[in-house]
């Protein structure tokens, strides 16, 4: 077993935070938990997580998007991991060529893919993911990401990503 490997959870929905929360320390892990970008902040400077693990959709439908930004261009915040957790479909992709974010680009080239709010991309070959999402205004917004969680829960999934990233 994991000891003092800590992991933040920052969900509205306290079933969800309930759920990882069990499968996580049921592995070891000492979890703490936030319902909004605003208590995930304080969390992070109070008790840095080891990984931290992000909801989209909570007082507004991008705070977790926010959130990540926000970790992403703080250097008080920056070199902590995150996942995004998410009922999004993930888009994958074997191209080495291009980086995740052109990927992403050629993503919103694409009729099919155009109009999406949000694509999640994540490559096949080495695992390097972002997220590339329209904001209410209409403003592109990317930021790259360790993983995707994927919304039901599955606890092997989850624990297979939290290991991964905490290795």
Known sequence: ??????????????????????????????????????????????????????????????????????????????????????SIDILTTTDTKSSVQAMAREYRKDPDFKDLRVLLVKRISDGSAGIDYMDEKGKSHWFPVRGFIKKPVDAQKIIAEVEKHLA
Not at 65 to 81: N, R
């Open 1 to 86: 077993m994991k000891s003092n490997r800590k992991i933040l959870i920052v969900d509205d929905d306290m079933d969800v935070i309930l759920t990882i929360k069990t499968i996580l320390k049921s592995k070891g892990y000492d979890v703490i938990s936030a319902v909004n970008k605003e208590e995930a902040i304080e969390k992070l400077r109070k008790e840095p997580p080891d990984l931290a693990i992000l909801d989209v959709m909570m007082t507004t439908p991008y705070e977790g998007f926010e959130l990540a930004e926000q970790m992403l261009s703080s250097d008080e915040f920056k070199d902590i991991p995150f996942l995004i957790q998410s």
